[in-house]
């Protein structure tokens, strides 16, 4: 018989998980408290843009292979081999340290349920500490007692990628107590495992750590090289020159060294401050107190490029028109928590000028955020009567747009690529002002 797996919380992360398992054969129930969210995943719906994730979520949906409820009572009776959960943990409001209220929230309301033997796999990122934590609390709540082992299995997907990085990622980290709870994820990851996935296997702590520790090291790297383009600047210099010679550098590597607005998102951002707030509980801030300023380095993009724009607009947005191409924080998602592109927008507009937003997919999510803002439905209707265009979500669509074509709609003709991903010289070559971080004026 197909093991059966449980997925408490079907958001970006659950909802991919939930998928990719009934994918690779088994029988899956995903449970959400948002009975919405619910609903439209039921209907073979996925409540938020995944490329991928709708066929998958559909085919599956229609194989009967993959349920959905709200019932804590549910999930326990479906006798899960492993339940996973997946909620999000976001910052804790005015603090670094990471709001476990969700997580909490799914043992209270999962526990008193489990009355036999079981594995509860964590992939929610959450501070080093936590798993022991809730096993006291399943030991304390559950019926079946000690037979509720916890495991901490980290996710590290990205948004974009999410139905690839499950099913083909590239390791697997499984901090375990027991035999029993790594045989029971071993079994269920024996497809990728026997593709050759590595897969490494840690106790508990470790395994919290090894993600805080991954998002640390890309959040550094992002800040690194957009560091070197505040010294470019200064310097005269180009950093994304700078930046390809330093990517054939084996050790150094090129991915996660574009310079341009900075990291945001749900993870990256709140990631490392609570990363910096468990070190601290520990007793160990100074060996964190670096990501301070990784931080800083990423919050001073977003000054720096109102401060580009403005320059564009001679010395002032009043008056102004300003386009602003992408909301979400990063290409291929409609995701716009702690959006760098958004940030700019709002501030922008905070200062006067009139700001009209235009992303693929994340013009209405934007909006509930940012009602003031005004939306488009295209690039070339944000652009129009625009004083500079601003490119700050590095959409595939705005790459290929025809400088010749935008110019025509505009009032002048000044671009700030947030992203450094426009072809500078066609856009210089079409009587564009281009500009970027970290690099020298063109036109
Ligand atoms: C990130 C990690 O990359 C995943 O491995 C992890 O699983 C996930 O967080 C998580 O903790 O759940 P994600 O938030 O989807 O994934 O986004 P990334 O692709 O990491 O991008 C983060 C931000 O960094 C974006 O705003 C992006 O524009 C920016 N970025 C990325 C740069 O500014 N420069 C780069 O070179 C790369």
């Known amino acids: 018989m197909a093991a059966r797996i449980s997925v408490i919380g079907t958001g970006y992360l659950g909802?991919?998980?939930?998928?990719?398992?009934?994918?690779?054969?088994?029988?899956v129930l995903g449970m959400d408290v948002d009975a919405e969210k619910i609903a439209a995943l039921t209907a073979g719906t996925v409540p938020f843009y995944e490329p991928g994730l709708d066929e998958l979520l559909a085919k599956h949906v229609a194989s009967g292979r993959l349920r959905f409820t709200t019932s804590y009572a549910?999930?326990?009776?479906?006798?899960?081999?492993?339940?996973?959960?997946?909620?999000?943990?976001?910052?804790?409001?005015?603090?670094?340290?990471?709001?476990?209220?969700?997580?909490?929230?799914?043992?209270?309301?999962?526990?008193?349920?489990?009355?036999q033997p079981t594995v509860i796999a964590g992939k929610s990122t959450v501070p080093a500490g936590t798993a022991v934590r809730l096993t006291e609390r399943f030991l304390e709540l559950a019926p079946a007692g000690a037979g509720v082992e916890v495991a901490w299995n980290p996710e590290f997907l990205r948004e974009g990628y999410a139905v690839g990085d499950t099913l083909r990622p590239d390791r697997l980290v499984i901090g375990v107590a027991s035999a029993h709870a790594e045989a029971a994820l071993r079994d269920v990851y024996a497809p990728l495992i026997?593709?050759?996935?590595?897969?490494?296997?840690?106790?508990?702590?470790?395994?919290?750590?090894?993600?805080a520790?991954?998002?640390?090291?890309l959040s550094t790297k992002i800040s690194f090289i957009n560091a070197m383009a505040e010294v470019c600047e200064a310097a005269g210099g180009d950093v994304m020159q700078l930046s390809e010679a330093l990517s054939y550098d084996a050790r150094i590597g090129g991915r996660f060294l574009v310079p341009g607005l900075g990291f945001g998102g749900g993870c990256l951002p709140k990631d490392i401050r609570a990363f910096m707030a468990r070190a601290g509980e520990l007793g160990v801030d100074q060996a964190l107190a670096f990501l301070k300023e990784v931080d800083a380095i990423n919050m001073r993009r977003r000054v720096r490029m109102v401060d580009l724009a403005r320059e564009q607009c001679d010395g002032s947005f009043l008056?102004?028109?300003?386009?602003?191409?992408?909301?979400?924080?990063?290409?291929?998602s409609d995701d716009v928590r702690d959006s760098p592109a958004l940030n700019v927008a709002a501030s922008i507009l905070l200062q006067g000028a009139q700001v009209t937003v235009y992303d693929p997919k994340a013009n209405d999510n934007a909006a509930k955020l940012f009602p003031t803002l005004?939306?488009?439905?295209?690039?070339?209707?944000?652009?129009?009567?625009?004083?500079?265009?601003?490119?700050?979500?590095?959409?595939?669509?705005?790459?290929?747009?025809?400088p010749e074509e935008v110019g025509k709609v505009t009032s002048q003709r000044r671009i700030v690529d947030g992203r450094n991903a426009l072809a500078a010289q066609r856009w210089h070559e079409a009587g564009w002002t281009y500009r970027a971080l970290g690099r020298p004026v063109v036109g």
């Open 15 to 27: 909802a991919t998980h939930a998928a990719c398992m009934a994918e690779l054969g088994y029988e």
């Open 74 to 115: 549910e999930v326990a009776g479906f006798g899960a081999d492993v339940h996973f959960i997946c909620v999000n943990t976001p910052q804790r409001k005015g603090e670094y340290a990471a709001d476990l209220r969700y997580v909490e929230a799914v043992v209270d309301g999962l526990a008193p349920h489990l009355d």
């Open 194 to 211: 026997e593709a050759g996935t590595p897969l490494v296997v840690t106790d508990l702590a470790t395994a919290e750590l090894v993600k």
């Open 213 to 217: 520790a991954a998002n640390a090291f």
């Open 319 to 332: 008056g102004k028109r300003v386009a602003v191409w992408g909301a979400a924080f990063k290409p291929n």
């Open 374 to 402: 005004a939306y488009a439905d295209s690039a070339l209707e944000a652009a129009r009567g625009a004083h500079v265009i601003l490119h700050l979500t590095e959409w595939q669509e705005f790459r290929e747009l025809d």
